[in-house]
């Protein structure tokens, strides 16, 4: 039940004041219960910032549980490894998840950069 977004936002980090960056990771590893954090400006309200857990992975996508709101569409998403914070792709929305008994479990859903840089590639895109 993953899909490729087509609303994306391609952005940067600067360093801080102190020259530290978060680089955008491709590479790392996603797992069920990770932990997540979203930095999210929603519906245009102070920066506000939230921790979830990862609750499902798919290839280029993740459902997590993260509180957001509408406007957060965009917003990085980092992944907890170990005592480090890795910056690992946007928040996209939301997706209600039915169970087999029928129950729904609304879940939010994260572009995950290694689905980004496929994506970009398609359309003649290249970092």
Known sequence: ???TINDIVV???KGN???ATIPM???IAVNILDRLAILQHPNAVPQVLEFG???SVGFDCILHDVNTLPGSSGAPVFVRNGKTWHWIGV???AQDVVHKDGS???LNKACLFKGLDDMLKT?????
């Open 91 to 93: 928040h996209s929305g």
């Open 1 to 3: 039940y993953f899909h």
């Open 123 to 127: 359309h003649g895109y290249s970092q």
């Open 53 to 55: 857990n990862v609750a």
């Open 25 to 27: 990771a491709s590479n």
């Open 11 to 13: 952005c940067g980090l």
């Open 104 to 106: 729904v479990v609304p």
């Open 17 to 19: 004041r102190r020259g």
